[in-house]
């Protein structure tokens, strides 16, 4: 009886923890409608929701100008934390289309296709990046802490970025997050640290013909030096991490 109330206490406790995250984040006014309710949709899990407060989520999404029945491509969606916003905000008139590496079908796949029988306006597709046929006339790319593990995987990521530049419509928005490495490195750290110098996340897609329209440091953190592993981080979700938009031109 005792390892029972234990346990119900423990479970009680972490429902309180996650409570406590959410109420932490708090989602700016002028945040459009359809991003607000997407997050704060009861459909959400506990641990997404206590991710929000690390991740600011609808800042994100508003700065991707991610809207109604737009048509979304979603790199690395393993996990579903954008893939269920996303799909809420598209809705029945949009479409989002999530690709995973294949190596990922053991970590993410049956979560990933769960989702996809859930929501008929996602798919999901396991291909390698080198081979991927990328659809046309898409609104927003997002790659969320993913472009660092691109070489990390073989990917020639020079070739992909020209691929989503071709993919997206004129105007169309390419967002990229990724946990920032020391200034002037390169992907020195990449393997070791799963860290990537923004610097060249810039060059990178901007050689691809992107224009850089904005760079945010809203998840940016003062006490990450840069030397740590992302995920021996004590606190996860805590990286000094830079968003960025990327822009393809309209003519």
Do not use: C
């Amino acid at each position: 009886m005792r390892t029972i109330l234990s346990g119900l206490a423990a479970a009680g406790l972490a429902v309180l923890a996650t409570a406590a995250l959410a109420a932490d984040y708090v989602i700016p006014s002028d945040v459009p409608d359809y991003i607000r309710e997407a997050v704060t949709s009861p459909r959400r899990g506990e641990e997404a929701v206590a991710r929000d407060v690390h991740r600011h989520p609808a800042e994100v999404l508003a700065m991707s100008e991610v809207k109604p029945g737009d048509h979304v491509v979603e790199f690395a969606g393993f996990g579903n934390y954008y893939t269920a916003m996303l799909s809420d905000i598209v809705g029945p008139k949009g479409e989002v289309d999530m690709f995973d590496l294949p190596y990922t079908e053991e970590r993410a796949g049956a979560g990933s296709r769960a989702f996809v029988d859930s929501h008929p306006n996602s798919s999901y597709t396991l291909v390698d990046y080198n081979d991927i046929e990328l659809p046309k006339n898409v609104d927003v790319v997002f790659n969320v802490l993913y472009y660092h593990d691109l070489s990390i995987n073989d990917i020639d990521v020079a070739r992909l970025n020209r691929r989503i530049f071709e993919a997206l419509k004129p105007g169309g928005v390419f967002l990229v997050v990724d946990h920032n490495a020391r200034p002037g490195s390169g992907r020195e750290d990449t393997k070791t640290l799963h860290r990537i110098d923004p610097e060249l996340i810039k060059k990178e897609v901007a050689a691809a013909g992107f224009v850089l329209e904005e760079e945010s440091h809203l998840l940016g953190s003062p006490k990450d030096d840069h030397t740590q592993m992302v995920f021996r981080m004590a606190e996860r979700g805590t990286t000094d991490r830079t968003i960025f938009k990327f822009r393809k031109p309209w003519n």
